[in-house]
T-cell receptor, first 114, second 114 residues
């Protein structure tokens, strides 16, 4: 089955860039998502990328996809204390006529220090 | 607010009791998903509905778990004879049926079984 892996922790200083990495195993066409979870809360969708794309930029967020290595990264520019949270990478295969259940990584805890 | 809502937000129960959670999806969304998240892990898929039909169930969903979506709008998740291992955050997500099927999550219900 599908598997998604992430590093557990990342600590950065306020104003620096953060890069959160993810690897996945699904070799079929897939959508890849980044979600943010603050303590005690649900998941907030940040951005997504389709597996035929290399890069997507959305304000302070840049997603890079290396299809050959099945490696996904999320770069947060000018990281702020409000960015402190757990970030989940998730993937789902493209299925026609059926629901697309998400497979999540274990999450990366981002800590932003002053 | 037209996001996904879940009730209750927190539930504490004694082992052996039955509990029921409710999820109200975004109004125009026809797909509804349930996930379970244990401490330090990413969410894991439990089941999903398209309109009122339950189309897929994970092997994580034991016989003690039942989910319904009787009119294709809100959904309930019932756990019978709760066990301490059922303690987790139960997350609901909804989506509008498209190839991308982007899922938007509710705040979750935190279940603690004593």
């Amino acid at each position: 089955g599908e598997d998604v892996e992430q590093s557990l922790f990342l600590s950065v200083r306020e104003g620096d860039s953060s890069v959160i990495n993810c690897t996945y195993t699904d070799s079929s066409s897939t959508y890849l998502y980044w979600y943010k979870q603050e303590p005690g809360a649900g998941l907030q969708l940040l951005t997504y990328i389709f597996s035929n794309m290399d890069m997507k930029q959305d304000q302070r967020l840049t997603v890079l996809l290396n299809k050959k290595d099945k490696h996904l990264s999320l770069r947060i520019a000018d990281t702020q204390t409000g960015d402190s949270a757990i970030y989940f990478c998730a993937e789902t295969p493209i299925l026609t006529g059926g629901g697309n259940k998400l497979t999540f990584g274990t999450g990366t805890q981002l800590k932003v220090e002053l | 607010d037209t996001g996904v809502s879940q009730n209750p937000r927190h539930k504490i129960t004694k082992r052996g009791q039955n509990v029921t959670f409710r999820c109200d999806p975004i109004s125009e969304h026809n797909r509804l998903y349930w996930y379970r998240q244990t401490l330090g892990q990413g969410p894991e898929f439990l089941t999903y509905f398209q309109n009122e039909a339950q189309l897929e169930k994970s092997r994580l969903l034991s016989d003690r778990f039942s989910a319904e979506r009787p009119k294709g709008s809100f959904s309930t998740l019932e756990i019978q004879r709760t066990e301490q291992g059922d303690s987790a955050m139960y997350l609901c997500a909804s989506s509008f049926e498209t190839t991308r099927d982007t899922q938007y999550f509710g705040p979750g219900t935190r279940l603690t079984v004593l």
